[in-house]
């Protein structure tokens, strides 16, 4: 259990996230769960500097952000692992949503924060150094210009489908025998995926206290 330091940080609600992990039967270590809280009180004081974020309550912060990536985390890994796949992008990254949960849950990924603005990759960067995530890379670009490639690309700010392959299927691994795949969170009805690609999977998500209707979309080319 983490030491309660005073409603100022974000460490005070050690025992709402055990709660909520516990209600949708998500597992993971004490040490985990205490890191997972020490980014969200690194989170909340850059934000009260750099505006990372719109929400501004600890205890908001924790449904909207961090449970909202972690309910992601079981269907992530299982579908990595039973593709033999390990890399994973984030695009869009921000203050690394869902990237440092799911690489804070699932240390054996490979995961890479994708994000262009200068202000949200420094605050990357220093979370990275304060965690200890080894298994995390930054990469300060802009989606297009990324020339790496992964087994699989997530994301959850992206206003449409479109726009989301439209800027990153070139990430994507052609690795034969492996199922590379797009994925997207959204909190609204999913709508048609673009030309050449379809709906491999989609999944409910339940966020205790958080965003309504949320859903994970796995998306394929044809």
Not at 15 to 41: C, F, R, W
Not at 49 to 69: T, W, Y
Request: hydrophobic letters at 45%.
């Amino acid at each position: 259990m983490i030491t309660a330091i005073g409603k100022n940080s974000p460490t005070y609600l050690s025992e709402d996230l055990s709660q909520a992990l516990e209600n949708v039967g998500i597992s993971l270590p004490v040490h985990t769960q205490e890191k997972l809280l020490v980014y969200l009180a690194l989170l909340n004081k850059w934000n009260l500097v750099f505006n990372l974020s719109g929400i501004k309550d600890p205890k908001q912060m924790l449904a909207s952000h961090l449970l909202d990536c972690l309910v992601v985390v079981p269907l992530v890994g299982v579908y990595l692992r039973n593709n033999q796949t390990r890399f994973l992008a984030d695009v869009g990254s921000g203050a690394g949503l869902p990237g440092i949960p799911i690489a804070l849950a699932c240390p054996d990924l490979e995961v890479t924060l994708i994000e262009s603005n200068q202000k949200k990759t420094a605050f990357l960067t220093q979370a990275k150094i304060e965690l200890g995530l080894d298994n995390v890379r930054i990469l300060a670009q802009r989606i297009e210009t990324v020339q790496i490639v992964f087994d699989a690309v997530i994301s959850r700010a992206f206003s449409s489908l479109k726009n989301y392959v439209r800027l990153s299927a070139h990430l994507l691994s052609s690795t034969e025998g492996k199922q590379s795949c797009l994925m997207a969170m959204i909190a609204k009805k999913c709508e048609q995926p673009p030309e050449g690609w379809w709906i491999a999977a989609q999944y409910r998500l339940q966020v205790p206290g958080g965003v309504k209707n949320r859903h994970l979309i796995i998306l394929q080319p044809n």
